[in-house]
């Protein structure tokens, strides 16, 4: 194998070096955010907290079907599904107020990798909150206690 | 004196020989060991495929036996979903990653190593099974009662229950390796928003692996259990309820498919802009929707179950999630079309597979759509309209993929060329050939024909669409046939590939090809999302001024496997990355593990011989060495060149051990909802006759566990500072104070008034606090060993990385036995 095959700074012309020390050379340390208008746990709940509150809805609406028909009321299914979009707005406008303060700052500073962080957080949420939205629809047009085959409004038996 | 490509080769290589290749651990030997393994399981799974269809093509056929039939169609499923799709993406994924994102090996290549033979030595075993006639034979959801011991009692549905569990071992370490490579070893510069879609895409393959598995795990447990000791987790008459294997079961099964799918997308989403000749189209909208795909994914499950009898507002929610989720698939599919749209296509091989992949999938996603209605769900559940609907998915949504990327990757790996002429042959005829045998299965479906008869009558009127599937079937398998003689003769004779031939834009394609054993001689460095087009940024001496650890690593100074770690967010150097060198113990570790788990079929003392080889195998892997000495004494070179030898953060280790506890969490979670499903179906819970839990003895035994937490992470602390002394008596008193657990507890269960097999209050009460049990003396065991380990005078100065690793393991055992204490002792009195 020809040993400067193997060197791929040569598969394509040379660039500058100084452009190339900013990504490769920095000092060792954690992830740099210089001078972020937003912190890091900030972006990663706008990120994360809209798909987690879906998920978290979905895992507790199901189990509280039964609890809906025993008290006879779909109070518990809005509650839950309230609080739990009011969540995924929130990660949602979190990241759109960071999106915002980055723009005011003209991305002088702001690496390109916090912008991403951001705007994912901002489909993320729009996403999410439609899910949320989708999940709540059958609250309103169905009666927990229907089981297939049989008319609405009738118990689950051993209940 | 050697040139540094010599020296980089021999570094990085392996010794001759068998012990050589079973010692082998390097990245792409075990990627294409997995690939090549899974494509064999791939025929095995459709000659089964093409067996069935031989029995079904004409009514009152006999050409298999009716048993054989049934394990023809459990294995042909099995096979398929277990080893040979997710494997294959694995494989692929270790092929591929490191070099996409230009490093030289994975994060932990021993576990890799361990990991394919661990797949191997199941598949095997699973297929060792099928010619002793006791294969698995209740098809592959393996569903109680059916599964149960009153219905099967023979071995076969042992083979499933332990050796897919055994399976998934392999599963999830390369799961886990995965996403510790992709977070710690990209290349500098590659910060998230620059990494590839296929990087990406395996990254959210490899976080639902995850969090899809152990609850899959705990659910062969349970109905191991329930076949070898007698618990009622399944058994109504016993208080168990068969529906929680359904729930458990398809809690991974249906992520499953999109485990699979998920880097089908990726690599989609890479070879279309590669032979569109332009960067894709919405690149973050894609890794959204990716992600998205990922979380919706779990939220499907129970469209598997509409037809169990569930509360229809329940099943609704679902409903809403299964159509929701093809909002991120259409943005996948509009991406790749706008990326085509806007192109200039060069229509090859792996391009046609991607575009009929595109078709495939959005036939195969329409027929889910209508399934994720439930009254039509109603009318078509278990006939050939759900066969066809999940082959046009599987198919179409991955094997096509599958092939795309071996046409696509063929050339890297091998150096050569694929016939080109011989490939769009082949191409169509899998293309053709596909839907004759999958499309009239649809019909078929629509005409009652139920999905695995053994045969039908002729009045049925079944019989020329069963044949035409039949010959459709046979066309495939022609076609797949022409593929391999494709690959098997461009392996020796297709063209020189060179390292670039499609003029792609990702990192796998800047090294040679095949690439040497080192990948990469320079570390490269990025700025762009598409390096090889627009940004490739080497820091060579002609360019000036690279760091001086670069120089060294590209030069070879130091004999041993270093890379850089790089900080998981924006790709920044962070430390020396130094890598295990090649070993025998992961082999053996492995075989060990499968003596172990063909006790349950052999004899149970392979247990013991077993389980005492796998310790043996650990303590070997892990004990320090004299080359593993000398490897550290090189670090101190790595900070002379600016570089640190150990993170500024947590170690390497410490994220490996941190995913372990991710998956137990999951487990964890998998058994505690499992206890309230049970519970919640009971009127009585404990049922009439139990009483209700002690509660203080089982709190002080608890308290002793947590107790035991408190010296390992004063030995952390210590470790970090280098106080060996210290060390030496903190582990041994967490040790103390976890052995005092493990007797607490052991009289805790020996003076209860019931067993696991009086009622499944029994059974969940006796598995939870058996598995803290477990999870104590896996810490006994491991701060023993790193005590004695410390004595030698290698945990301070080398094994930080140890102590913090078996530290978070050990908070995780505490959290795990008050979690247990909670669910178990305090529960039955709130609920």
């Known amino acids: 194998m020809n040993e400067d095959a193997q060197d791929i700074g040569r598969v394509s012309p040379p660039v500058p070096p100084g452009a190339l020390l900013e990504a490769s050379a920095r000092p060792a340390g954690p992830d740099d955010e210089p001078d972020l208008p937003v912190s890091g746990g900030a972006l990663w709940f706008g990120a994360l907290g809209s798909p987690i509150a879906w998920a978290t809805q979905l895992m507790l609406m199901y189990p509280l079907v039964e609890l809906a028909c025993r008290q006879r009321s779909a109070l518990p299914l809005y509650v839950t599904s309230g609080v739990l979009f009011a969540v995924a707005a929130a990660a949602g406008l979190v990241s759109w107020r960071a999106l915002q303060a980055m723009r005011q700052r003209n991305g002088a500073t702001i690496p390109r990798r916090v912008r991403f962080h951001a705007r994912f957080g901002v489909w993320s949420a729009v996403v999410f909150l439609i899910l949320i939205a989708v999940g709540t629809l059958p609250v309103l047009f169905d009666d927990p206690c229907q089981l297939p085959g049989r008319r609405p409004a009738t118990l689950i038996p051993h209940l | ?831």
């Open chain 2, 1 to 831: 004196m050697s040139s540094p490509h010599e020296r980089l080769q021999h570094i990085w290589g392996q010794d001759p020989g068998i012990i050589g290749w079973l010692s082998a651990v390097n990245h792409r030997a075990i990627g294409v060991r997995y690939m090549v393994t899974a494509f064999v399981f791939f025929i095995i799974g459709g000659l089964e495929a093409l067996a069935i269809r031989v029995q079904l093509t004409l009514p009152g056929l006999e050409v298999l036996h009716p048993d054989t039939y049934n394990q023809f169609f459990t294995m042909h499923g099995t096979t398929m979903m277990f080893l040979f799709l997710v494997p294959f993406l694995e494989g692929l994924a270790i092929y591929v990653v490191p070099l996409m994102i230009g490093t030289r090996d994975m994060v932990f290549p021993r576990l890799n190593a361990f990991g394919y033979w661990v797949y191997l030595a199941s598949g095997v075993m699973l297929h060792w099974s099928l010619i002793t006639g006791t294969a698995p034979d209740s098809g592959w959801f393996n569903y109680p009662p059916l599964s149960g011991i009153g219905f099967s009692p023979g071995p076969n549905i042992d083979y499933w229950v332990t050796l897919i569990t055994f399976l998934e071992v392999a599963a999830l370490v390369a799961a886990a390796e995965l996403i510790v490579t992709i977070f710690l070893q990209r290349a500098p510069g590659m910060s998230l928003n620059r990494m590839p879609l296929f990087v990406w895409a395996v990254l959210v393959m490899a976080f639902m692996i995850v969090f899809a598995m152990p609850p899959l795990v705990v659910a062969s447990l349970m109905l191991g259990l329930d076949r070898f000791v007698g618990t009622h987790f399944f058994n109504v008459a016993a208080g168990g309820d068969p529906l929680l294997w359904q729930h458990l079961f398809w809690f991974f099964g249906h992520p499953d498919v999109y485990i699979m799918l998920a880097p089908a997308l990726g690599i989609a989403s890479t070879i279309v802009p590669v032979f569109a000749r332009r960067p894709i189209a919405g690149y973050q909208v894609l890794v959204v929707s990716v992600v998205a795909i990922g979380f919706i994914s779990f939220g499907l499950w129970v469209h598997h179950m509409y037809a169990t009898g569930l509360p229809i507002m329940g099943m609704n929610f679902f409903v809403a999630a299964s159509m929701m989720i093809v909002v991120p698939s259409g943005v996948q599919i509009l991406a790749w079309i706008v990326t085509m749209w806007r192109g200039t296509l060069v229509m090859r091989t792996p391009l046609l597979y991607t575009i009929g992949f595109i078709v495939l999938f959005i036939l195969g996603g329409i027929t889910g759509l209508m399934m994720a209605s439930v009254p039509f769900d109603w009318q078509v559940h278990d006939t050939y309209f759900i066969v066809g609907h999940f082959h046009y998915v599987l198919i179409g949504g991955v094997v096509f993929p599958v092939f795309a990327a071996i046409c696509y990757w063929f050339p890297k790996i091998t150096g050569r060329m694929l016939d080109e002429r011989l490939g769009v042959w082949t191409f169509w005829g899998i293309f053709v050939s596909f839907h004759i045998t999958f499309f009239p299965m649809h019909l078929l479906g629509f005409q009652g024909m139920p999905r695995r008869i053994y045969t039908y009558l002729p009045e049925m009127q079944w019989t020329i669409v069963n044949a035409i599937v039949t010959a459709g079937a046979f066309l495939m398998a022609a076609s797949v046939l022409a593929f391999m003689v494709n690959v098997w003769r461009s392996t020796k004779h297709g063209a020189i590939a060179g390292a670039n031939p499609w003029e792609a834009d990702t990192l796998e394609w800047a090294t040679t090809s095949p690439p040497p054993n080192y990948n990469f001689r320079y570390l490269p460095v990025v700025r762009s999302g598409n390096p090889l087009w627009d940004d490739m940024h080497p820091l060579t001496p002609e360019s000036g001024g690279a760091p001086a650890w670069r120089e060294a690593m590209a030069d070879a100074e130091h004999p041993v496997r270093e890379t850089i770690a790089t900080t998981p967010m924006d790709g920044t150097p962070d430390y020396q990355l130094i890598l295990p060198t090649p070993s025998l113990w992961p082999f053996w570790t492995a075989m060990a593990l499968s003596i172990a788990v063909v006790s349950v079929m052999v004899h149970p003392a392979l247990l013991l011989v077993g389980g005492l080889f796998t310790v043996v195998g650990l303590i070997g892997w892990h004990w320090p060495t004299a080359e593993s000495r000398a490897r550290d004494a090189l670090r101190s070179v790595a900070v002379e060149q600016g570089l640190p030898a150990r993170p500024r953060g947590r170690s390497a280790a410490w994220a490996g051990m941190a995913m372990l506890v991710v998956i137990e969490l999951t487990a964890l979670g998998a058994l505690v909802g499992s206890y309230f499903y049970l519970r919640m179906s009971q009127p009585d819970w404990p049922p009439g006759g139990i009483p209700a839990p002690d509660v203080v003895w089982p709190a002080v035994a608890s308290l002793l566990l947590v107790l035991s937490a408190v010296p390992v992470w004063a030995a952390e602390r210590e470790a970090r500072k280098g106080m060996t002394p210290r060390i030496a008596t903190l582990l041994p008193m967490a040790v103390l104070l976890a052995v005092g657990y493990l007797a607490l507890t052991a009289w805790t269960y020996a003076t209860m008034p019931y067993g696991a097999t009086s009622h499944a209050y029994g059974s969940m009460v006796w598995t939870m606090g058996g598995m803290s049990v477990l999870h104590a003396v896996a810490v006994v065991v491991l701060g023993t060993v790193l005590w004695l380990m410390q004595s030698t005078g290698d945990v301070v100065g080398r094994r930080v990385a140890a102590v913090e690793a078996i530290g978070v393991y050990w908070y995780f055992v505490a959290f795990n036995a008050v979690v247990t204490y909670a669910v178990v002792y305090i529960a039955p009195y709130l609920v």
